[in-house]
């Protein structure tokens, strides 16, 4: 199944069937790694993105010299004394196996902080439970369903009230903006529409006026698209989708280069408890490593994820061979990275 989580409205067909031209900066990575020519990604420079994808986070097992980091399967850890113990006291807080995730996701995004959670869900519960009863959120029209569900059912309630934009009009973004504004909720490309949003134009906006940003990049994954070097303040993926890579795992993590929001964030799951469990961080941490491989061929079509080159076209755009060849849907090639020449 496709598009597994449509919001509501279009997949009701509520949603008009927009397709906007889209002007984007350097927002895809482009060209290959290898020519660095006019796309200066600081986070890229240290390591390739192959290396970091395969060894970011994770060192040789301390007390055996494992080269995989062992899945550590265990709720508590052994202290001298109270208080005195080797860096994890308890996993909902902290566990190795989530620490080596953490560090790994962390890199590919070219982030200081990766955050863990039980499921993508999880992830933006924890990202909107931090802000406060009166804030505001401006959100994307077009949105995976079950963030839609969120915003109006569990945070609505609780007096946390979401406006809902196209975001291809950065007017229409400024325009939705209160003085109780707080969070700028992007997700690019859009679940179920595939549309595209310009992280860079609308993150300016956003911070003129004192507001976070964050960007869902599940469907890109950091090997497209790293939301933190346009201008976004948090990254959520649904590690159960790209990150994941096997369908056999439900995961969600948050990236971010702020440390008051990575303590927020470790403060939710140890108070609310959505850590995810050690095994699935170890089968999360297996899914980058054929990355850039896996990520660059595979695409979503009708009736599944089918495995496919990014085409580019002799007019020089490439996208999902799937979608109509509309601006909204094609990113100029100049623009992303592809694996076509
Ligand atoms: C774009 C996007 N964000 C977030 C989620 C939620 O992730 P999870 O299912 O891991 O809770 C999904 C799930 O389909 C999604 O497609």
Known sequence: MLFCGASPEAA???????????????????????????????PLKADGFGTRAVHAGQQPDPATGAVMTPIYQTSTYAQAAPGEHKGHEYSRVSNPTRTALEGNLASLEGAEHGIAFSSGVAGIDAIVK?????????????????????????????????????????????????????????????????????????????????????????????????????????????????????????????????????????????????????MDCFLTLRGPRPSTCAWSSTAPAPGGWRRCSMPTTRSGTCGIPAFPPTPATRWPRSKCRTTAA
């Open 12 to 42: 009701s067909g509520m949603l008009p069937n927009r397709m906007p031209h889209v002007s984007f900066s350097s927002q895809f990575i482009f060209p290959p790694m290898s020519d660095s020519s006019s796309h200066d990604h600081a």
């Open 130 to 278: 931090s802000l406060r009863p009166g804030d505001h959120v401006v959100a994307t029209d077009d949105l995976y369903g079950g963030t839609y569900r969120l915003l109006r059912e569990v945070f609505e309630p609780l007096n946390i009230q979401t406006s809902f934009v196209d975001m291809s009009d950065p007017d229409a973004v400024t325009d939705a903006f209160t003085e109780d504004t707080a969070l700028l909720w992007v997700e690019t490309p859009t679940n179920p529409l595939m549309r595209l949003v310009d992280i860079e134009a609308l993150a300016g906006r956003a911070h003129a006026h004192d507001i976070t940003v964050a960007v869902d990049n599940t469907f890109a994954t950091p090997y497209l698209q790293q939301p933190l070097t346009h201008g976004a303040d948090l990254v959520l993926h649904s590690a159960t989708k790209y990150l994941g890579g096997h369908s056999d795992l439900i995961l969600g993590a948050v990236c971010t280069n702020s440390d008051e929001w990575a303590e927020k964030l470790r403060f939710q799951i140890k108070s609310t408890g959505a850590a995810p469990g050690p």
